[in-house]
Each structure stands twice: as structure tokens, then as C-alpha cells.
């Protein structure tokens, strides 16, 4: 089985880290982390669980990871967050992947299972939620800018069946503490790239409700799909009104 390195960026995620990275221990054989600016003991855990850590001023997600990338001394990557864990089943399917005669594809997308306030949510628009997070180091690397990042693949790609496991936000304290942080990137990255504040875009806040809520069936998971519909779609109308508040700061 070829070397595995597991790659990572973090800051605050005392609490997260652990359980990631031990659902890929044995599997990949090296650790590397990138830290910007934890003030708890993210730093001091992933070193006591062998993890190589670099720190580095955030500047955005794709260019934060591209650096955990460059990091790595291994041919392989596993891309994780700290909220994140290999299912026993997708352990078990990555092994085989690379005991039986190795991989036919440069990178392979996940499929990922979701939870939020403690229960999964298959409906809303996340039940066929999947990423590219286990990739050839040099055929792939990260884009995207501040937020909502993606991979891209110099190379063939192929699919996992089994999934992450993602506890995304156990609680609304934690949901919200991070709603502000990636509402402000989300309004600069629209902003530097020319896009301008729409009064409708920002009044679509039914529709984007409706459109989780009762088209994407997230009724169906009860009233944690309630919930996620309902500030699904408030992250929209903030991340507008903050691209309005960025327009009017530049137009003074």
C-alpha cells in the first residue's frame, strides 16, 4: 500500500481534532496540519498525535490547504477536515482500493453523511453531498479563493461508495460562531469579483427556505431540517447584506 499523508488545516478545533485523525490512523502514515491562529490547544494536540504542524496567517481556504499540500512528502493525500471521520466501512474500502493491484484513478470523490444538532440529515439538498478528498498529491490541487473551495484534477476520477462521517455543527453556539466568519468571506470574494448587491437577491430568502425545506424534502428530517433550512437561508440574505455594506464602504 503506498503512503497515505493525512493533510489538514485547523484553528479552534481542540475538540474536533482527535476523533478525525484517529479514524485514519494506521491508514495514513504521515500527518500534516496548517494552523492559523488557534488560541486553545489545537496545536499542542495535533503535535502530541504525531501530526508535522506549520503555522500561516489565513488568507483563504484553497490557498490555506494548497500549503498542507505542499507540505506533504508523500504521493497520496487524504484531504480531512477536523469536523470530519472516515466511516469504518470507507477505511476499510480505501484500504482495499490500495491492496487490490492499487488505483486505476488520479483522485476519488466521497460521498458524506451529514449531521446537525446531533442528528443526520439526508434531505435538504446534503443527502448526495460528495468530494474529492483522496487524490494523487501531483495531479490535484485546491481553488476557489476565500471560501467554498474545490479540487481540481489533472487526471482521471473516479468514486468511493461508503461515506465521511461530517458533525458539522452539534450545536447553534458553534453554527453561528462560524455563520459571521464565512458570511464576511463569502460577501469579499463576490466583491473583488465585480459582483453587485441586488435588493431581489437578497429578498430571496423565502424561496431559498422553500427550496430546502419543502423541494428538497428537508422536512422530512424533523426539526433539525427545519432548522438548517431556516438558517441555510439566512446565510444568504447575510452575505448579500454584507456585499451592500462592502459597496457602500468603497463607494464613499
Not at 115 to 138: A, M, P, Q, V, W
Not at 140 to 153: K, P, Q, R, Y
Not at 192 to 211: L, M, Q, T
Amino acid at each position: 500500500m503506498p503512503p497515505i499523508t493525512l493533510a489538514m488545516i485547523a484553528r479552534n478545533e481542540a475538540h474536533d481534532l482527535p476523533g478525525c485523525v484517529e479514524s485514519a490512523r494506521g491508514l495514513a502514515e504521515e500527518i500534516v496540519l496548517v494552523d492559523s491562529g488557534s488560541s486553545d490547544e489545537t496545536i499542542a494536540i495535533a503535535r502530541s498525535l504525531g501530526a508535522t504542524v506549520s503555522e500561516h496567517e489565513f488568507d483563504g481556504y484553497a490557498a490555506q490547504k494548497n500549503r498542507a499540500l505542499g507540505r506533504a512528502s508523500n504521493s497520496w493525500i487524504l484531504h480531512l477536515d477536523p469536523d470530519e471521520r472516515l466511516s469504518p466501512a470507507l477505511r476499510a474500502e480505501i484500504e482495499n482500493l490500495f491492496s487490490a493491484g492499487g488505483p486505476e484513478c488520479d483522485a476519488y470523490s466521497i460521498p458524506y453523511e451529514n449531521h446537525f444538532l446531533g442528528r443526520r440529515l439526508k434531505y435538504g439538498g446534503l443527502g448526495s453531498e460528495k468530494h474529492i478528498r483522496l487524490f494523487r498529491r501531483d495531479k490535484a490541487s485546491f481553488s476557489g479563493g476565500l471560501v467554498h473551495e474545490g479540487i481540481e484534477v489533472a487526471g482521471a476520477t473516479g468514486e468511493l461508495e461508503n461515506r465521511i462521517i461530517h458533525n458539522s455543527y452539534p450545536t447553534l453556539e458553534e453554527y453561528f460562531e462560524k455563520f459571521n466568519r464565512y458570511t464576511t468571506f463569502a460577501a469579499v470574494k463576490m466583491h473583488r469579483s465585480g459582483k453587485r448587491f441586488s435588493v431581489f437577491k437578497a429578498a430571496a430568502v423565502p424561496y431559498e427556505f422553500a427550496k430546502r425545506y419543502i423541494l428538497r424534502l428537508g422536512f422530512l428530517d424533523g426539526f433539525a431540517g427545519l432548522v438548517w433550512s431556516a438558517v441555510s437561508a439566512f446565510y444568504v440574505f447575510v452575505k448579500y447584506a454584507k456585499l451592500w455594506q462592502l459597496q457602500r464602504e468603497a463607494d464613499k
